[in-house]
């Protein structure tokens, strides 16, 4: 007991090999690699899932989390980059995420091998790669598994504002439209805030379900008709900036990585996998997804903004026409799918507020269910104020996804990446692994302060206006 309070784990081989590496080192071992019992342990080979996914539907998984409203805004970040700027930035952050990731999962799996267990979560992974990294990141190691869960909780809860900025003013796009009025977007938020707050009471996943399978239905259908109106009149580069303001950049950056990234749900679909080996690899299922995602990101931002040019707004559904009965249906079936799967955004949110903080400090004599719901109602109550308070669908996308994601998506893993091969690759090698992830660092770092700066700013000026 006093083993696993002190290392933090329950896992009997996890906290077995930390008292291994703690003998080690006081021997006066620090700088050597952790010596493996048994070098020929395959941690694919010990996970025990239920219903494991097939390797098409690991990659359906990746393009529903991928194609939500981030791609709806991806005209308003061409607009921020230009047409040019934006097809080549759109591939280049593509590659880099496309590459972090891989570098999460490898270390993922490398680390799982040295500790003889099955699979880790995201924080955990963080946590036993810092453990075994260089001294100055050891001392990091104790406290990287709640920073990690702190950013995955801010991007999820800014998902979920998204979601009800993007829901709100659709639905006030058609009232407007239908009744030849002007309400405020904000009436439209308190309405649908009951509704909302019911849905996320439901407590188990697989009720939750059946909403994403329709929301998919609906979305994919909406797509279609998006394109009609997207080419049903000649496209022109005409008043169209190829090259952006340097200035907006960060905006553009945040944007796209909002839209491409979902690291949240990388390691949880890799360890659901039938074959999880076949998730990596040049054909592999993150490579194929990734680069239909690509793909349809840089589509539908290069066309969408030389359709609208520099009037297209945070979500192009509302650039639509107004009056036409088509583009109503497309406005109300995207706020419906939206909408009906914000209980499946708040999930993890609400199980990392739950199940990580709040249910271990209730003594045992408290009505546990009974604040369970309050966590939920709050949480979604949070995400209600932010976008009432700020009800700017572009600049929320930006924010989050340079604040979080540049983090979580780029910094993060090349951290992980330095720390797992520290003591076990030297000369061009490590030379290698030390230049690549730590220019990948600095890139996170720069893309999470300008970013958030650039964002906040506009942000201010928004509210203030």
């Known amino acids: 007991i006093a083993e696993m309070s002190k290392n933090g784990h329950s896992n009997a081989a996890f906290v077995g090999d930390r008292t291994d590496k703690l003998e080690l080192a006081e021997k006066g071992q620090k700088n050597k690699a952790i010596v493996e019992k048994d070098p020929d342990y395959d941690p694919y080979h010990h996970r025990n899932v239920e219903h494991p996914t097939t390797n098409s539907e690991t990659l359906f998984h990746l393009l529903k989390g991928s194609l939500g409203t981030g791609i709806l805004a991806m005209p308003n970040a061409f607009r921020n980059s230009g047409y040019v700027t934006g097809a080549i930035g759109t591939v280049v952050i593509g590659f880099i995420c496309t590459f972090c990731i891989h570098q999460l999962v490898k270390a993922q799996y490398e680390l799982c091998r040295r500790k003889k267990i099955p699979r880790m979560n995201y924080p955990l992974v963080a946590e036993t790669a810092l453990g075994e990294g260089p001294k100055f990141f050891r001392a990091l190691a104790p406290y990287i598994g709640t920073i990690v869960n702190t950013f995955l909780l801010i991007y999820q809860l800014g998902t979920c504002c998204v979601y009800v900025v993007f829901v709100a003013s659709n639905i006030k796009a058609i009232v407007d439209a239908v009744g030849n009025t002007n309400i405020d977007v904000r009436l439209c938020m308190i309405i649908i805030l009951l509704p909302l707050i019911l849905i996320n009471w439901v407590r188990n996943l697989k009720y939750l379900a059946p909403f994403s399978t329709l929301a998919n239905a609906i979305t994919m259908v909406s797509f279609g008709i998006i394109c009609y109106y997207i080419f049903r009149q000649p496209l022109t580069t005409e008043g169209k900036d190829a090259f952006g303001k340097l200035e907006n950049f960060p905006l553009f950056f945040g944007t796209v990585l909002f839209a491409l990234e979902a690291i949240g749900v990388i390691l949880p679909l890799e360890n659901e996998m039938k074959t999880p080996q076949k998730f990596g690899g040049r054909c592999g299922v993150l490579n194929v997804s990734m680069v239909l995602i690509v793909f349809l990101y840089v589509g539908m931002g290069l066309f969408g903004y030389l359709n609208y040019g520099p009037s297209v707004l945070g ?57 369970e719901y309050a966590v939920r109602t709050m949480l979604v109550l949070v995400t209600f104020l932010l976008a009432v308070a700020i009800p700017n669908l572009e600049l929320f996308i930006s924010l989050f996804g340079a604040l979080c994601l540049s983090a979580l998506g780029l910094a993060f893993p090349a951290l992980i990446q330095i720390s797992t091969h520290w003591y076990n690759t030297k000369g061009a090698s490590k030379a290698w692994l030390l230049f690549s992830n730590f220019v990948l660092i600095i890139v996170g770092i720069l893309g999470l302060v300008i970013g958030t700066y650039t964002s906040l700013k506009e942000i201010v000026l928004t509210f203030s206006e």
């Not at 509302?318 to 708040?346: D, Q, R, W």
């Open 315 to 371: 979500s192009i559904t509302l650039n639509m026409p107004e009056h036409e009965i088509l583009s109503m249906c497309v406005k109300g079936m995207l706020a419906f799918a939206i909408y009906i799967t914000h209980g499946l955004a708040c999930y993890v949110a609400i199980d990392i507020t739950w199940n990580d903080y709040v249910a271990k400090r209730l003594s045992p004599q408290r009505n546990s269910l009974f604040w």
